[in-house]
């Protein structure tokens, strides 16, 4: 692969993702994660304004709980050395730190639109499967973004 | 059935989602991240000329594409159980809210701004449009979202991740504290 690219991010790498019938278990996985995220209510715009004014600790709870049993959980993975289900060992590729610049002015423009749409990628699929059909339109203008960074993405700092 | 139907306690909700991080890594290295799906639909959709998006989308995200068509599928089964109903928000949250012109607390989103009529509004417009604009850039530049970075990037203590997290909550600070009083 070309080394422009390898700048960008490490997405596009060979490296072993999920096949055969690893494809079949990410769909029941991202059924039960669909479930986990409406259920849990983070799809909602009125919980994530409830989140960005401080006035109820719910999300914090929930993202911190998250995080704490996601690390404990790779930590195990690692110690014990654990493969996956077809024998390869597992790694999580590091995001290369570069200048800083696309993760703060990145974030900070993903953050805007958290709050517009109330919002992130993840529940922007949950809320279409909600019945909050306008969604779709959320999702192609995430894709125009996406595809404009694309266009863009030799001339951004990184 | 109280489970299904009743939203679930933090303390439950939490710790499941993070669970999602060593169940896509079991199953073959997949790291559980959300917003490169939007990279790869582009890059089935409209590949073009672009570095950016040509790569083998099939073999590299066909896995989480799945996984997206799930997320979709499981919402709507999880709705199924649900039926309507309000989310419970703070009594502070709901007055703050109402003062700047939300009035419908049913559903997870307020129909003032989330329906197809409101979008041909101006606060229509800038809830969908330009939010979801902002999050198809924001999440392509910082390289993630909310699961990429919050949850994987941070469980693996990444640097890069917590950069992004601050700059997640910068943004949406900026969003709710000054621009959302200009046009709701």
Redesign the interface.
């Known amino acids: 692969m ?1 080394t ?2 390898a700048r ?2 490490s ?2 790498n060979q ?5 055969g019938i ?2 079949f ?29 401080f ?4 999300m914090y ?11 404990v ?2 930590a ?2 690692k110690r014990l050395g ?1 493969k ?3 024998g ?1 060992p ?8 570069q200048h ?1 610049i ?21 529940p ?12 779709i ?15 863009l ?1 030799p001339k ?1 700092p990184h | 059935m109280a489970f299904l139907s009743a939203p679930w306690p933090w303390y439950f909700a939490g710790p499941v989602i993070g669970l999602f991080v060593p169940a896509l890594l079991i199953v073959g290295n997949g790291v559980l991240g959300v917003s490169a799906n939007l990279r790869h639909l582009c890059s089935a959709a409209l590949p073009g000329k672009l570095e950016y998006f040509r790569y083998d989308w099939k073999r590299t995200g066909g896995w989480n594409l799945l996984f997206v068509a799930g997320i979709l599928a499981g919402g709507f089964l999880a709705s199924r159980w649900v039926g309507p109903q309000n989310i419970a928000i703070s009594a502070q949250t709901r007055l703050d809210l109402a003062k700047l012109g939300i009035h419908d607390f049913s559903g997870p989103a307020p129909r003032e701004l989330f329906t197809w009529p409101a979008l041909l509004t101006l606060k229509g417009f800038i809830s969908v449009v330009l939010g979801g604009f902002l999050v198809g850039f924001g999440t392509a530049y910082a390289g993630g979202c909310t699961s990429g970075h919050a949850i994987s990037g941070l469980a693996d203590f990444q640097l890069p991740s917590l950069i992004a997290v601050a700059g997640f909550f910068a943004g949406g600070l900026i969003a709710t504290y000054f621009i959302l009083p200009l046009y709701l």
Do not use: H
């Not at chain 1, 597992?90 to 730190?97: D, E, F, G, M």
């Not at chain 1, 339109?137 to 960074?149: D, F, N």
């Open positions: 070309s422009n690219t960008y991010d997405s596009t490296r072993q993702v999920p096949s690893g494809l278990i990410c769909l029941i996985l991202g059924i039960c994660f669909g479930i986990t995220l409406t259920k849990s209510e983070v799809v909602s715009w009125f919980r994530i304004q409830e989140m960005f004014r006035q109820s600790p719910r709870e929930i993202i911190a709980s998250a995080v704490v049993v996601a690390a959980s790779v195990l993975i654990l996956t289900i077809t390869e597992i790694s999580i590729p590091p995001k290369r730190l800083g696309r993760y703060a002015v990145g974030g900070t423009i993903f953050g805007l639109g958290w709050a517009f749409t109330g919002a992130c990628p993840g922007l699929f949950a809320l279409v499967g909600n019945g909050v059909s306008v969604m339109v959320a999702i192609a203008s995430a894709m125009t973004g996406t595809w404009l960074y694309g266009l993405t951004l």
